[in-house]
């Protein structure tokens, strides 16, 4: 199973954000056996843009560089760009990862938001309906 972990989950376990942490802290903990796992480059400046109004610039490169060792990072294609524009999604942010999961050929999108992906090709669920599923 091929999976691309949308930027909130990450960051529910990179802040902490209750309530939501304990399912999004399984899901690391499975993506790190399971190489199969994806987030979208788009992730990285999001995260970086939110991290670092709490930690400095060593603290932010160590949490990107442990991403990196759990996660496969799909690049973003310029074809992304005008591809999710045409997508009519109400936030281009959603509409990036929706084909960017499209192109890796992904089964999921795992993501809090799945009302943000109604419109993708590549079916949205949960946290706690990966961990089901597996």
Not at 55 to 61: G, M, N, Q, R, Y
Not at 66 to 84: G, P, R, V, W
Request: aromatic letters at 6%; charged letters at 30%.
């Amino acid at each position: 199973m091929k999976v691309l972990i949308d930027t909130n989950v990450i960051l529910d376990v990179l802040c902490n954000r209750l309530p939501f942490v304990e399912d999004a802290q399984k899901v690391f903990r499975l993506c790190e056996v399971n190489k199969i796992t994806y987030i979208s480059a788009l992730s990285i400046p999001n995260i970086i843009y939110i991290m670092r109004k709490e930690l400095d610039a060593d603290k932010i490169s160590d949490i990107l560089e442990k991403l990196s060792l759990i996660f496969t990072i799909a690049d973003l294609k310029s074809s992304d760009l005008t591809k999710a524009v045409k997508l009519g999604f109400d936030d281009y942010e959603d509409a990036l990862q929706s084909v960017c999961a499209s192109r890796i050929k992904a089964d999921y999108i795992v993501t809090r938001n799945i009302k943000d992906f109604s419109g993708s090709k590549v079916t949205a669920i949960k946290p706690s309906e990966l961990l089901e599923r597996l």
